[in-house]
């Protein structure tokens, strides 16, 4: 069921402003796949006039006569000629489109697999055919190859694009829209399997409920989703098996660099460009302590970065043997008993996301992490939220809990306290603000001052629906 058009206000303004102009612009969509930059491309050409094409990895040939039968639609008689190569179809767009026109090629990278001259005669195009109001806009799924065409200086197309846009995973306020949700630990239920792919929202509304799903799309071989990590990682990595092994690893408790090497019989260092790249790609995330600098390797952990990778590591990947034997339905009852951890993990994350964008204790909050080490009294001690006021005058310090009855709500806001009294570096500011997050709270009991409840977070009431 096809979702209804969700978020990309601010990229769709840049680019309607950018198609606005007299003397044409050049645009760049890049992104993970799934995540919207074609339907982003849809919506523009639904407000322009404009022509669009998906590249393919066909001979240039063939693509060449599928772009001009695409363009005949607009410019009747494009088609009826055979260009022998590229230079002649451009060059007839750019005199003949009408004034506002855009030619939006979506998956570039397989047209330039397929003709590695391209960038330099859209270069061409860009640069040299006169000033008109003719517009270009080019997509792709591969991040290291759009980002190597527009922002490598050695590269044709670089310095030329008006907006070059990233196209990530949508926040997960918007899924209770996408799925028709209305209660929080729905809400956080269905993002710690499907994360903020709009792609997979819109299959999982085809069932009936997220077990259904999930045991349809991605733990049964046939299903859609269930090798989606490897054509995430063809798309980007150029040794995926290691990639995919890295992943794998931080996905089943390995969180330091050297013991994912040790595993891997591999020294720490050379893994660092696959993991960097890893980073870069949204899809492993690097954490050090609140307050410590990122370039401390010592106390650096690694965890899959993106909710569906990290459930399709955690679920998936070691129980491939058993998938592929049928017993799908056995491991979806593993998977059911231990989602809770999963989804205990996501909420930390989600939490910490939100920090910067929520108006605690009427304070503007800088990004949050997590603090870990050891305390005053050289005790380990671990704090779930840790971030500094934009003033740099107050420090909120938070304990993110999935599930908590509401008699048990004051201890554990009691044991915050008492951690918040072991932080060494707690004195370093006026003002300490702390806050309980919670999922999901059991019983009838008043909440007390100080508690997050996710709905509240999230923007839904406590009876479910949006807040308006």
């Not at 992943?247 to 050379?270: N, W």
């Not at 304070?363 to 050289?378: C, E, I, Q, S, V």
Request: hydrophobic share 40%.
């Amino acid at each position: 069921m096809k979702l209804p058009f969700l978020n990309r206000a601010n990229e769709l303004q840049r680019l309607e402003r950018a198609l606005a102009s007299p003397d044409g612009a050049f645009c760049c969509l890049y992104g993970r796949r799934r995540c919207g930059k074609s339907r982003l491309l849809h919506e523009v050409l639904a407000r322009h006039t404009g022509v669009y094409y998906v590249g393919d990895r066909r001979e240039a040939s063939l693509q060449r006569a599928a772009l001009a039968r695409a363009i005949a639609q607009l410019l009747p008689g494009f088609a009826d000629v055979t260009y022998s190569d590229w230079e002649p179809l451009l060059n007839r767009w750019w005199r003949s489109a009408p004034d506002g026109a855009a030619l939006l090629l979506d998956e570039f990278p397989a047209m330039v697999e397929a003709s590695a001259e391209l960038p330099s005669l859209l270069q061409k195009m860009v640069d040299g055919y006169g000033p008109r109001p003719v517009h270009l806009l080019i997509a792709g799924s591969s991040q290291r190859l759009m980002q190597r065409l527009v922002l490598d200086q050695s590269e044709p197309l670089f310095g030329r694009a008006r907006e070059i846009l990233k196209i990530d995973p949508l926040d997960i306020a918007w899924l209770p829209d996408a799925l028709g949700m209305t209660r929080a630990p729905d809400v956080l239920d269905a993002y710690a399997a499907w994360g903020g792919v709009p792609r997979y929202w819109e299959l999982a509304r085809d069932y009936k409920g997220l077990w259904q799903a999930v045991e349809s799309l991605v733990l049964d071989p046939l299903g859609v989703l269930h090798r989606e990590p490897d054509r995430l990682l063809a798309d980007d990595m150029r040794d995926t098996v290691q990639a995919s092994s890295i992943l794998a690893l931080a996905g089943q408790g390995c969180h330091r660099l050297s013991e994912i090497g040790g595993r891997l019989g591999k020294p720490a260092t050379s893994l660092t460009r696959p993991v960097h790249r890893l980073v870069q790609l949204g899809l492993l995330r690097r954490e050090t302590p609140f307050g410590r600098s990122p370039r401390s390797s010592k106390t650096t952990l690694y965890s899959v970065d993106d909710p569906f990778l990290a459930f399709w590591y955690r679920f998936v990947d070691p129980n491939r043997s058993r998938l592929g034997a049928g017993a799908v339905g056995a491991v979806l009852r593993d998977v059911r008993r231990a989602y809770p951890t999963h989804v205990s993990a996501i909420w930390e994350n989600v939490v910490r996301g939100a920090v910067p964008r929520s108006d605690i204790d009427a304070k503007a909050w800088n990004p949050a992490a997590r603090w870990w080490g050891a305390g005053l009294d050289r005790q380990p001690l671990e704090i779930d939220v840790a971030a500094e006021s934009a003033d740099g005058e107050s420090l909120l310090l938070g304990e993110v809990k999935l599930h908590a009855a509401a008699r048990d709500l004051r201890r554990l806001t009691a044991e915050l306290d008492r951690k918040a009294l072991r932080l060494p570096f707690a004195g370093n500011y006026a003002r300490i603000v702390k806050r309980l997050f919670v999922g999901k709270i059991g019983g009838d009991e008043p909440t007390p001052e100080g508690v997050v409840p996710a709905a509240s977070l999230l923007g839904l009431d406590e009876q479910g629906g949006e807040v308006k």
